[in-house]
């Protein structure tokens, strides 16, 4: 089965808690913080692996999480690390965020890789919070929670050649041809359900061996949604040259020509800017050959190559062949991988005190904010030291003041990222 788009959930590792103790030793009657940090958790990444032509790996598994950091001990001992996980990925992967769409990654070359979710980082043990005047914290930080959201994956062929044209144009007849591959082939539309792959073999003194995809048939609306082929136009973006095939035989072959290039276009103008090549099919047919020296005439006209073929008995092979010898690159320029190249998205984490405070649907008021959702998220709300620490940070970023301005309440549920405290008139005492 060939898989070409899938959905999975990706949870990073937490990083380990920081740990609250102090030394403990004979002849020592007051020692101090000791306590360790948390490892922070494993991260997960995607890299490409040329191997893998289609996303079958995530066919039956949909979650995936790294392992979480160690616990920081006592005699200021760090937890370990978790492990980060590693997905392999075929060549043209592009990788989205499902929820806003955005491309965090476009993997094309081998072994190019990208961090798809960060691990949380280790809590600090108590000795980070020794001052001259409070020597005995018992405040330590949980371990920040792992980055956890739902990618979409989508794959796009890289292929050096591929195949377009309608439904029994002939376009896995001539794969056939030009390669060892073996698809599908009957005398009837829609008989490629999937886009095949083939290596074409151009001669004992040519080294280059360009890889061939035969896209399912296209038809009118395709760009739009309609048919087998509009799930399919996407892996013919990275392919360096397009083989138009034309059914010769058909009832309208020059209807057939400018059907294809108007969805290709409607798709992607710049598809239309790669070198092309229209190939005439089922010359061997009475109705193909007589319809030929017109259907060549109107190419020549607007510019376009053309060569015509039967694919099924082989007529016309080689030349084809010679043709697409010479519309593809260099040997050396083959060995990178086609535009567009991959990249990985790099967007700064935000920074900074910022929050906005609002109402969920439920009526409950949130508070959104990076750092000051982190910060609920690494305190140990049981500890009255580190929920006295909370209610500073509070106090400090104006956090405090705008809930009381939105109406905040005593007995009220407020929210910051998944922790809920309820709210009192005071919550805690702050020291002076």
């Known amino acids: 089965m060939f898989l070409d788009r899938v959905k999975i959930l990706v949870r990073a590792g937490a990083g380990g808690d920081g740990a609250a103790t102090f030394r403990r030793e004979a002849h020592v009657p007051r ?12 991260s997960i990444h995607l890299r490409v692996d040329p191997g893998q032509t289609t996303l079958r790996d995530f066919r039956f598994r949909h979650h995936f999480r790294a392992t979480p950091g160690g616990r920081g001990e006592g005699s200021r001992r760090h937890g370990a690390a978790g492990e980060d996980l590693v997905l392999e990925v075929p060549p043209g992967t592009a990788i989205y965020d499902d929820a806003t769409g955005a491309l965090l990654a476009d993997l094309v070359a081998s072994g190019q890789a990208a961090m798809v979710a960060r691990g949380g980082r280790g809590g600090l043990g108590n ?8 020597q005995a914290p018992r405040h330590a930080q949980k371990g920040e929670p792992g980055e956890e959201r739902w990618l979409r994956l989508e794959l796009r062929l890289i292929a050096d050649i591929g195949l377009v044209g309608l439904p029994n144009a002939g376009k896995s007849t001539l794969l056939a041809a030009l390669t060892a591959a073996t698809p599908k082939i009957a005398d009837y539309p829609f008989t490629t359900l999937e886009p095949n792959l083939g290596v074409m073999d151009l001669g004992d003194d040519d080294p280059r061996l360009p890889t061939i995809a035969d896209v399912p048939g ?34 309208d072959p020059e209807w057939d020509h400018e059907v294809i290039r108007t969805e290709l276009a409607a798709h992607d103008p710049a598809l239309l800017k790669k070198p092309l090549l229209v190939v005439f099919n089922k010359l061997d047919l009475p109705a193909a050959a007589e319809a030929w020296p017109a259907f060549r005439a109107a190419r020549q006209r607007d510019g376009l190559p053309v060569i015509a073929i039967a694919a099924a008995e ?12 010479k519309l593809l690159p260099s040997a050396e320029a083959m060995a990178e991988p086609p535009e567009p190249a991959g990249v990985v998205v790099h967007r700064m984490a935000e920074l900074g005190d910022g929050f906005s405070v609002d109402r969920d649907s439920d009526g409950v008021l949130r508070v959104r904010g990076r750092r000051i959702e982190r910060i609920a998220a690494q305190t140990n709300f ?21 809930l009381r301005r939105a109406g905040v309440a005593s007995g009220d549920v407020v929210r910051f990222g998944e922790i809920e405290l309820e709210w009192e008139a005071e919550p805690w005492a702050v020291e002076r």
């Open 31 to 42: 020692g101090g913080p000791d306590g360790g940090d948390g490892g922070r958790g494993g």
């Open 127 to 134: 000795k980070h919070f020794a001052t001259s005047t409070h």
């Open 218 to 251: 296209l038809i009118e609306g395709a760009s739009e949604g309609a048919g087998l082929g509009h799930a399919f136009l996407r892996h013919i973006e990275r392919t360096r040259v397009l083989v138009h095939i034309v059914d010769g035989a058909g009832r």
């Open 314 to 325: 082989g007529r016309g092979i080689a030349e084809l062949r010679a043709a697409l010898a």
């Open 382 to 402: 049981e500890i009255e030291e580190s929920a006295e620490r909370f209610q500073r940070d509070l106090t400090r970023m104006g956090i405090d003041a705008e």
